[in-house]
């Protein structure tokens, strides 16, 4: 089943949640509403299960206008981040709810009950616990068995609010590798809101990036992380360091360095621009060399696995905060221990990629 939002505005009072969000999902897909907290994620996730109203703006399933149904014959399933299962039944029972709520000439019979939840709690491996009360559960346990409820009565459209916000980043990462082999079994089209970015480019089909009630970029995983189309898309997506400076001549400058990174999007001398670039992106050379780069001391270094991370702050002074402004670069760990790096040491950093755009106020 597709989802289309079109032209939805909330306000909460006098604070605009939602400003004039247009957004189109296909049948089938894993969308991720990825964003910080208070940027309208769940907002725009509860209007199109129909648990919240919009202002104005309308929400079409399947090409069919739903701004004005309820959240029931919508038939979409929800999850909640703490779980929301009924504490006085048992697994059995809280799988089974949404079935025996149905209209009398939609209910099932108690055969056809048990042989759906059977089906359900084996798909959620837990078909052993299903005379356990939620408060026997692990917290992974909980949230597999409230995925089995909203599953339970073959929703178009399945919903997931925080689904693992709740939980250990072990387990975390567990539940999201079963949820993408889920998904991938049933294709039932899904969308779910996370302020983790490591969930949402592991696990959805496209990425939406929302900040304050507006969409900021929307493409795959691979397309919002590599190429970031705005400041904040790129400050929010993985670790990145902020080069505040001007263009001079066509070229990105700080102060008197002049980097040879072309500055194509914004034309105009001497107008004020950020530059982005990932810590995989700068690099460190020795102080005596003579590209240009910035100054700046190795204060920590840390290695673990393949990778070794290292903290530096300039040596000179490079923005207006009067503050010496910090860095990070990450190195595979062999060359780490080939440079004779160590913490102290007065070196150069040098962007190999850097992505510029003007600076906003």
Known sequence: MSIEVRNVTKHFGAIQVLDNVNLRIDGGELVALLGPSGCGKTTLLRII??????????????????THTGARERLVGFV??????????????NVA??????????RPSEDQIRAKVHELLDMVQLRSLKDRFPAQLSGGQRQRIALARALAIEPRVLLLDEPFGALDAKVRKELRKWLRKLHDELHVTSVFVTHDQEEALEVSDTVVLMNHGRLEQIGSPEEVYDHPATPFAYGFLGNVNCLHGVVRGGKFCIGDI??????????????????????????IVSSRNAEPGIPAVVDRILSFGPTSRIELTSSEVLDDSARPVEFEVQWPRHRLADSGLVEGSKVKLVPTELRVFAQTE
């Open 258 to 283: 002049v980097f040879e990174h072309p500055v194509h999007s914004v034309a105009a001398d001497n107008t004020p621009v950020i530059g982005f670039a990932r810590p995989s992106d700068l690099d």
């Open 97 to 106: 709810f949404g079935l025996r709520v149905k209209p009398r000439n939609e």
């Open 80 to 93: 909640f981040q703490h779980y929301a299962l009924f504490r006085h039944m048992n697994v059995f029972e």
């Open 49 to 66: 299960a129909g648990l919240e109203t919009a202002d104005s703006g309308s929400i079409f399933l399947d090409g069919d206008d739903a």
